[in-house]
Protein backbone atom coordinates (compact mmCIF):
# COMPACT_ATOMS: atom_id res chain seq x y z
CA UNK A 1 0.00 0.00 0.00
CA UNK A 2 1.22 3.42 -0.50
CA UNK A 3 2.09 5.94 1.24
CA UNK A 4 -1.40 8.56 0.80
CA UNK A 5 -0.62 11.16 3.30
CA UNK A 6 -1.35 14.67 1.78
CA UNK A 7 0.30 16.66 3.90
CA UNK A 8 3.91 17.01 6.48
CA UNK A 9 3.59 16.87 10.00
CA UNK A 10 3.88 20.41 10.75
CA UNK A 11 4.81 21.38 14.61
CA UNK A 12 2.33 23.98 14.89
CA UNK A 13 -0.62 22.01 13.65
CA UNK A 14 -1.44 21.12 17.62
CA UNK A 15 -0.96 17.43 17.10
CA UNK A 16 2.33 15.41 18.03
CA UNK A 17 4.51 13.86 15.70
CA UNK A 18 3.34 10.62 17.39
CA UNK A 19 -0.44 11.67 16.72
CA UNK A 20 0.16 12.87 13.52
CA UNK A 21 1.96 9.38 12.39
CA UNK A 22 -0.44 7.35 14.16
CA UNK A 23 -3.50 8.05 12.30
CA UNK A 24 -3.94 5.30 9.40
CA UNK A 25 -6.63 5.96 6.49
CA UNK A 26 -7.03 2.54 4.89
CA UNK A 27 -8.68 2.31 1.57
CA UNK A 28 -12.30 1.76 1.05
CA UNK A 29 -13.24 -2.01 0.53
CA UNK A 30 -15.13 -2.58 -2.37
CA UNK A 31 -18.15 -4.04 0.34
CA UNK A 32 -17.85 -0.45 2.01
CA UNK A 33 -18.10 1.12 -1.54
CA UNK A 34 -21.62 -0.54 -2.60
CA UNK A 35 -22.99 0.17 0.80
CA UNK A 36 -22.20 3.84 0.54
CA UNK A 37 -25.21 5.86 0.01
CA UNK A 38 -25.74 9.46 -1.29
CA UNK A 39 -26.20 12.22 1.58
CA UNK A 40 -29.85 13.27 0.96
CA UNK A 41 -30.81 9.80 1.05
CA UNK A 42 -29.19 9.38 4.41
CA UNK A 43 -29.35 13.13 6.03
CA UNK A 44 -32.77 15.00 7.33
CA UNK A 45 -33.44 17.50 4.66
CA UNK A 46 -33.18 20.39 7.62
CA UNK A 47 -29.57 19.30 7.18
CA UNK A 48 -29.24 20.86 3.89
CA UNK A 49 -31.01 23.51 4.65
CA UNK A 50 -29.06 24.86 6.95
CA UNK A 51 -25.73 24.01 4.75
CA UNK A 52 -27.42 26.53 2.39
CA UNK A 53 -28.15 28.87 4.53
CA UNK A 54 -24.59 29.05 6.12
CA UNK A 55 -23.48 29.32 2.48
CA UNK A 56 -25.44 32.49 1.73
CA UNK A 57 -24.48 34.07 4.67
CA UNK A 58 -20.64 33.25 3.56
CA UNK A 59 -20.70 33.58 0.03
CA UNK A 60 -23.88 36.90 -0.27
CA UNK A 61 -26.93 35.94 -2.54
Do not use: I, N
Request: proline share 7%.
Amino acid sequence: MTDRKSKEFRADSGYSREEWESVDFPELTDEELAAMRPAREMMPEAFFKELEARRRKTTGP
